[in-house]
């Protein structure tokens, strides 16, 4: 790209301007990780507001009863120190007892219950409601101990619980007659005190003296003091990473990131996260093209594509990223496939399409949204081309989109889903084969399975199950994953992520960033 004169002379007022407004003081030698979030966040409670930018910024300042070690594929203890399964319908957690909230006071049992019953309350609107209707009822056994108590037995309880489930502070959260206002002074027991929430300046956090419930699912911090400040565009944030105001930028487009980690103050990590960018096809012509219906065209058009180009496009050709083996992430509690994908064969797919009867191709559209999907549906519309399909894309707005799903509109998606955040297939599984505006495959078997899935408590047989739906699902060319989902970092060569310790699919947690 050429810049003019006057063009340059506006991008260094620019940097000058942006350099003038963050804070000066904040680098390693000030023990200070300095980054940026997409958003404005005036509330930091997942509870209130459950966008990923406020999820992944409250992870540092609430905690869990439990965690998630990726890296050993089990649950973990965050606050509490151990549990057993009484029966099926019931998990008892003992909790630890020198845990203190942010504002000193101690943390106990009736904490846990006061949180899970403030949820569950009749009065209590949460968008994600429907996401704690399993539990009956939440007990206090003793000052740190509880039990909790299923409507039925479920065996992705402790998911639930490590994900997105922070338990607040009876004596600060429950006398606020407007629960927003939690949020915008936090209370928590996490590894960090927020001392700063401004919807317009943004976060500032400063490492607790002490984190005794720390595990492999949530390390002691390591770095002082965060300094999160609200960018909303990828070249602003290029801008300030070039001009050494942050540490870290996420999620830069790949050739970019490369070439961005080429300077030498700078460096570049990939972490995979959880969930894939994927294809649907309308397998019941929902949406009126009949030719999908026939599974030698849908066939045609898993020959016709190449995921290598996409993995280049959004991560670049120096990293290292191939195409997942199942619509489930590995790391995920109960996932399984055995079923391979169909590979690249533009000319198996022009057969294919011949012996369907459309030799001379038909027209198709591709319905994605900005960002990464586009990107996809763009590379894709030239393959299918080249296989003789005539592919159209309809870029779409969150809403358009969710209006052509329930409308039964949708020929062939580019999406992505990151499971919910759940450590386990049971959100994904809800996700794709729930009885709902998603059926675009009218098996209603398939409903079955993924019922039978989210209800077996046996490891092994819940593992059949989940494998016999997504091998059928792959065999019918319904719903194939294109490119797992990652978090693309350029980053300071001071700031290092921890070795085997993957990502979410909101962005970094602070356990996994120290300096170098």
């Known amino acids: 790209m050429t810049f003019s004169r006057s063009s340059a002379i506006c991008v260094a007022a620019g940097l000058a301007a942006l350099a003038a407004s963050y804070p000066a003081n904040a680098q390693k030698s000030k023990d200070t990780l300095r980054h940026t979030q997409a958003d404005n966040i005036a509330v930091l409670d997942q ?20 965690g998630y070690d990726d890296d050993k594929g089990a649950y973990v203890g965050i606050l509490a120190k151990s549990w057993k399964r009484v029966d099926p319908r019931i998990l008892e957690f003992e909790l630890h ?22 949820v569950l309350h009749p009065e209590t609107k949460l968008r994600f409601k429907e996401a704690y209707t399993w539990m009956e009822k939440v007990e206090k056994l003793g000052t740190h101990k509880v039990r909790i108590v299923s409507k039925v037995a479920i065996p ?154 996409y993995l280049t496009i959004v991560y670049g050709e120096n990293m290292k990223a191939k195409r997942p083996a199942a619509l489930c992430s590995p ?22 399409l011949a012996d369907a009867g459309l030799g001379a191709g038909f027209e198709v559209s591709i319905s994605a949204r900005e960002g990464t999907g586009k990107q996809i549906a763009q590379i894709m519309a030239g393959q299918l081309r080249a296989a003789g399909i005539r592919a159209n894309i309809e870029l779409d707005t969150f809403a358009t989109y969710r209006d052509k799903q329930r409308d039964g509109k949708l020929q062939l998606l580019v999406s992505g889903y990151a499971g919910g955040g759940l450590p386990d297939v049971a959100q994904l599984l809800n996700f794709f084969f729930a009885e709902d505006p998603r059926n675009y495959h009218g098996r209603p078997e398939f409903f079955d399975l993924a019922k039978r899935a989210n209800l077996e408590m ?15 699902v792959t065999k019918m060319h319904y719903i194939v994953p294109l490119i797992p989902a990652s978090n693309v970092y350029v980053h300071s060569k001071d700031v290092k992520f921890r070795e085997g310790w993957p990502s979410n699919g909101y962005g970094f947690t602070m356990s996994e960033v120290s300096w170098q």
């Open 47 to 66: 509870w209130i507001d459950p966008r990923p930018e406020v999820e992944f910024n409250s992870e540092a300042a609430y905690d869990s009863i439990v």
């Open 458 to 472: 046996d490891p092994q047989m819940r593992l059949n199950l989940v494998r016999q739906l997504f091998d059928e």
């Open 156 to 309: 992705w309880d402790l998911a639930r619980l490590s994900s997105q489930t922070f338990i607040l502070p009876e004596h600060a959260h429950g006398p606020l007659k407007d629960k927003q206002d939690f949020g915008r002074a936090p209370v928590g027991t996490g590894p960090y005190r927020y001392i700063q929430v401004d919807k317009n300046t943004g976060l500032i956090a400063v490492k607790r003296d002490t984190y005794p419930q720390a595990s492999a699912a949530k390390p002691a911090p390591t770095i002082g003091r965060l300094v999160v400040t609200p960018v909303g565009d990828t070249g602003t944030v290029t801008a300030l990473l070039l001009a050494g105001q942050i540490d870290i930028a996420r999620n830069i487009p790949g050739d970019q990131a490369n070439m961005l980690a080429g300077r030498p103050e700078l460096r570049l990590t990939l972490r995979e996260a959880q969930g894939t960018q994927y294809l649907m096809i309308d397998v019941i012509a929902r949406s009126g093209k009949k030719e999908l219906t026939d599974p030698r065209v849908r066939e045609a058009i898993m020959a016709a594509i190449d995921t290598d180009p």
């Open 331 to 352: 790391n995920m509690v109960g996932c399984a496939q055995s079923q391979k994908f169909v590979t690249h064969d533009v000319a198996r797919a022009k057969r294919l």
């Open 97 to 118: 007892e020198n845990v203190t909230w942010s504002d000193g006071e101690k943390f106990d049992a009736d904490d846990v219950v006061y949180t899970f019953n403030w």
